[in-house]
T-cell receptor
């Protein structure tokens, strides 16, 4: 069965600190997708990254970076020089690859609430 | 490009009452999803449509929940009768037809059952 674990329930940092959000996943599929979503207080889930299981290169986008380690089934997310606007709930999610028209459903972790203090 | 629209944003009902939520996906998106997000948890898929056909409703409590997507565009999710444990945010998402396409989410409807 597929499962996503985000062990950190809440993290509080002071602005400009770096922060890493952990994500560990379980799947029997050899091909799958991993995601990170941001959910601000407005409620809308915003996709930050979508990563194919065959692409293990780390990725950097501005202040955001992602470390994908297949050997440990982890997909961690780091925010460098955090800002107050980064305050939100962050979800890691897993989706099995779909080549036959079946469901694309996302399996979400329980989320990590990040509070960035000024 | 307009995003996924949902209404209402908030709804408070008494247990055993019925309620309906509406979703208008992004134009051209063939796939539509309804997720339930209970406070403190990640979203859980209730039902997925491809055009107006159901692809996955394995986690939909069919004794009280129903959903339809007439004409393959807008969708309605209904709960009848509501229970206290149905209090949650109901998120609608849509994506292009095809394998492994990215889903875009609406702002959700926050339901409180008292």
């Amino acid at each position: 069965a597929q499962k996503v674990t985000q062990a950190q329930t809440e993290i509080s940092v002071v602005e400009k600190e770096d922060v890493t959000l952990d994500c560990v996943y379980e799947t029997r599929d050899t091909t799958y997708y991993l995601f990170w979503y941001k959910q601000p207080p407005s409620g809308e889930l915003v996709s930050l990254i979508r990563r194919n299981s065959f692409d293990e290169q780390n990725e950097i986008s501005g202040r955001y970076s992602w470390n994908f380690q297949k050997s440990t089934s982890s997909f961690n997310f780091t925010i460098t020089a955090s800002q107050v606007v980064d305050s939100a709930v962050y979800f890691c999610a897993l989706s099995e690859a779909n080549y036959g028209g079946a469901t694309n459903k996302l399996i979400f972790g329980t989320g990590t609430l990040l509070a960035v203090q000024p | 490009e307009a995003g996924v629209a949902q209404s209402p944003r908030y709804k408070i009902i008494e247990k055993r009452q019925s309620v309906a939520f509406w979703c208008n996906p992004i134009s051209g998106h063939a796939t539509l999803y309804w997720y339930q997000q209970i406070l403190g948890q990640g979203p859980k898929l209730l039902i997925q449509f491809q055009n107006n056909g159901v692809v996955d409703d394995s986690q939909l409590p069919k004794d009280r929940f129903s959903a339809e997507r007439l004409k393959g565009v807008d969708s309605t999710l209904k709960i009848q009768p509501a229970k206290l444990e149905d209090s949650a945010v109901y998120l609608c998402a849509s994506s292009w037809r095809g394998a492994n396409t990215e889903a875009f989410f609406g702002q959700g409807t926050r339901l409180t059952v008292v």
